[in-house]
């Protein structure tokens, strides 16, 4: 009998009492909201707290240990709120100083500077959790806590912890050395200019260089990246060797950018996804082995990057491959995903977009 079972017991024998859910999320998050300590050992701190544009933390709280904690509810068993609530805790660890304004406003300076950000926890409560919520997880025991909860009658609830995270341990991914990830991007003319006066002459050396290696080299600026991009390169390695050997030439790294947008897939498969990123980055550094350049990061884009964030085995499968076969080498993934949080809390290397520019440029000087 795998399933907790509550009766009544009177002179006649045991009656099971029938458990049911409210008719309304925002029922079961008041309730908790204002019972929050009693029921999970959390202070409450926000309601609805705003993590960004278009995105709002159902429930903001500090545990007992002043670890950040993030409360997602859910009424349909068939919906999954953990890759949402994954993606908060990386946005608590990239924005400190939004969640220790929060904390003060409600539970005064000495709580908000007892703030401990070496571990971040997400509970998430419902009725029901699916076997994707399972899976999630065992990806990330340290920072999940699943709580189930089930209602008899007016007044009895019965709350289950299906999976407790360990706060006693903090999962603390190792730093990176040249990756800062706190504070907004600037756009990146704004970081040209800024920069000292022999990174811009390198910068603009290069790109000279880049862009004379051919009709099939162009150059694209967005407001965060300004960067070469080869046209109709399949089977063409000359052109990417000319390319490689005039980067390695200024110390500059060669990143592999993978996507299928263009071959107009609908979908892949995690072993799928493995086999593209084994076959085109070895082809790519089977063509860097005849140059001194080396492979410095690897780039998820268009409908990969979508799909890893919308599907926890393909972002694992990624990251698991990342560890396997190139350990070391960093990812760069859009903050705030769930690609990154699942990157984050496995340790692997992450760079922005505009971290990985300014690496390269400071290597090149």
């Given at each position: 009998?795998?399933?907790?079972?509550?009766?009544?017991?009177?002179?006649?024998?045991v009656?099971?009492?029938?458990?049911?859910t409210?008719k309304l999320?925002?029922?079961?998050?008041?309730l908790?909201?204002?019972?929050?300590?009693a029921?999970?050992?959390?202070?409450?701190?926000a309601s609805?707290?705003?993590?960004?544009?278009?995105?709002?933390?159902?429930t903001?709280?500090?545990d007992?240990n002043?670890?950040?904690?993030?409360i997602?509810?859910?009424?349909?068993?068939?919906?999954t709120v953990?890759?949402?609530?994954?993606?908060y805790?990386?946005?608590?660890?990239?924005?400190?100083?939004s969640?220790?304004?929060?904390?003060?406003?409600?539970?005064g300076?000495?709580v908000?500077?007892?703030?401990?950000y070496?571990?971040?926890r997400?509970?998430?409560?419902?009725a029901?959790f699916?076997?994707d919520?399972?899976g999630?997880?065992?990806?990330?025991p340290?920072?999940?806590?699943?709580v189930?909860?089930r209602r008899?009658?007016?007044?009895?609830m019965?709350l289950?912890?299906?999976?407790?995270?360990d706060t006693s341990?903090?999962?603390?991914?190792?730093p990176?050395p040249?990756?800062?990830r706190?504070?907004p991007?600037k756009?990146?003319?704004?970081?040209?200019?800024e920069a000292q006066?022999?990174?811009?002459?390198v910068?603009e050396?290069?790109k000279?260089?880049?862009l004379?290696?051919?009709?099939?080299?162009?150059?694209?600026?967005?407001k965060?990246?300004?960067c070469v991009?080869?046209a109709?390169?399949s089977?063409?390695?000359?052109?990417t060797?000319r390319l490689?050997?005039?980067?390695a030439a200024?110390?500059?790294?060669?990143?592999?950018?993978?996507?299928?947008s263009?071959?107009?897939?609908?979908?892949i498969?995690?072993s799928e996804?493995?086999d593209?990123?084994?076959n085109?980055?070895?082809a790519?550094?089977r063509?860097?082995a005849?140059t001194?350049?080396?492979?410095?990061h690897?780039?998820l884009?268009?409908?990969?990057?979508?799909?890893?964030d919308e599907?926890?085995?393909?972002a694992?499968s990624c990251?698991?491959?990342?560890?396997?076969e190139r350990?070391?080498?960093?990812?760069?993934v859009?903050?705030?995903?769930l690609?990154h949080a699942?990157a984050e809390a496995r340790g692997?290397?992450l760079?922005r977009a505009i971290?990985a520019?300014?690496?390269?440029?400071?290597e090149?000087?």
């Amino acid at each position: 009998m795998s399933e907790l079972r509550l009766f009544n017991i009177t002179g006649q024998g045991v009656q099971e009492s029938s458990g049911k859910t409210f008719k309304l999320e925002k029922e079961v998050q008041h309730l908790f909201e204002k019972n929050l300590d009693a029921l999970l050992g959390v202070r409450f701190v926000a309601s609805e707290f705003v993590a960004g544009p278009g995105n709002r933390i159902d429930t903001l709280g500090i545990d007992e240990n002043g670890f950040p904690v993030v409360i997602e509810y859910k009424l349909d068993k068939h919906k999954t709120v953990i890759n949402q609530g994954v993606a908060y805790l990386a946005w608590i660890r990239n924005n400190p100083d939004s969640y220790w304004k929060a904390v003060f406003n409600k539970l005064g300076r000495e709580v908000a500077d007892s703030i401990d950000y070496s571990s971040v926890r997400l509970i998430c409560i419902a009725a029901e959790f699916t076997r994707d919520d399972l899976g999630m997880y065992e990806l990330m025991p340290n920072l999940i806590d699943l709580v189930r909860y089930r209602r008899f009658g007016d007044d009895q609830m019965l709350l289950e912890r299906v999976t407790t995270a360990d706060t006693s341990a903090p999962n603390t991914p190792t730093p990176k050395p040249g990756v800062n990830r706190n504070g907004p991007d600037k756009p990146f003319a704004q970081v040209l200019d800024e920069a000292q006066p022999g990174t811009r002459v390198v910068f603009e050396s290069l790109k000279q260089t880049l862009l004379s290696q051919g009709e099939d080299v162009t150059e694209k600026a967005t407001k965060l990246l300004d960067c070469v991009e080869l046209a109709n390169l399949s089977g063409d390695e000359e052109t990417t060797r000319r390319l490689a050997a005039a980067a390695a030439a200024r110390g500059v790294q060669i990143g592999a950018s993978l996507d299928v947008s263009a071959a107009g897939a609908t979908g892949i498969s995690p072993s799928e996804l493995s086999d593209l990123m084994s076959n085109r980055i070895t082809a790519l550094e089977r063509v860097l082995a005849g140059t001194e350049a080396r492979l410095g990061h690897v780039k998820l884009q268009g409908s990969l990057a979508r799909w890893c964030d919308e599907c926890t085995d393909l972002a694992e499968s990624c990251v698991d491959w990342m560890e396997l076969e190139r350990e070391g080498v960093p990812l760069i993934v859009g903050a705030g995903g769930l690609l990154h949080a699942v990157a984050e809390a496995r340790g692997v290397p992450l760079l922005r977009a505009i971290d990985a520019g300014r690496a390269y440029a400071d290597e090149a000087r």
